[in-house]
């Protein structure tokens, strides 16, 4: 099953996007912007194909096969029900590894104050290109402290 699931996904390390759902346009352009350079990225956004998976089963198949966890940060994303931090928190207990955006100015969650962070509440290209080179490296890189 899990086989069958991951040849569906495509190649490259396979992004996990969590947001709240007012980040969502953010949310959105980040997951088109990787799938633009080559990466394999999901958001509920995308939704599901035809005669495919239920956007719940789609969600937890790429949580699953995820490498790569995206929370992006803000003071919506940290507040209950939308805590971003909660799911970053389940998969760093699974092995993903987990990289926190920092969107806009907030206070990054406890569960996620040890991974370095990516801050993108500057302009969005340098962000992006840091984004990338922390992907490539398998690595992360801490821009600045809240």
């Known amino acids: 099953m899990i086989a069958a699931l991951m040849s569906q996904i495509g ?6 996007i969590g947001y709240a759902p007012a980040d969502g346009e953010f949310a959105l352009r980040l997951a088109n912007d990787l799938k633009a ?10 939704g599901t194909k035809p005669g495919g ?12 096969t995820a490498k790569l966890y995206l929370a992006v ?24 590894r987990t990289l926190p955006i920092l969107y806009k100015d ?3 969650p406890m569960p996620l104050r040890g991974e370095p962070y990516i801050d993108f509440r ?21 821009t600045s402290q809240p």
């Not at 190649?11 to 996990?16: A, L, N």
């Not at 998976?53 to 699953?64: A, N």
């Not at 803000?74 to 699974?94: F, K, M, Q």
Request: hydrophobic content about 35%; overall charge positive; proline content about 7%.
């Open 53 to 64: 998976l239920s956007r719940e089963l789609e969600r937890q198949r790429w949580m699953v």
């Open 106 to 108: 907030c206070e990054i």
């Open 37 to 46: 350079r080559g990466r394999a990225a999901w958001i509920d956004q995308f």
């Open 11 to 16: 190649k490259g390390p396979h992004v996990y």
């Open 73 to 96: 940060l803000s003071p919506d994303a940290i507040t209950p029900p939308n805590s971003v931090a909660d799911e970053g928190l389940e998969l760093l207990r699974h092995g993903i």
């Open 122 to 142: 500057g302009e969005y290209a340098p962000a992006f290109e840091r984004l990338l080179s922390s992907i490539r490296k398998k690595r992360s890189v801490r």
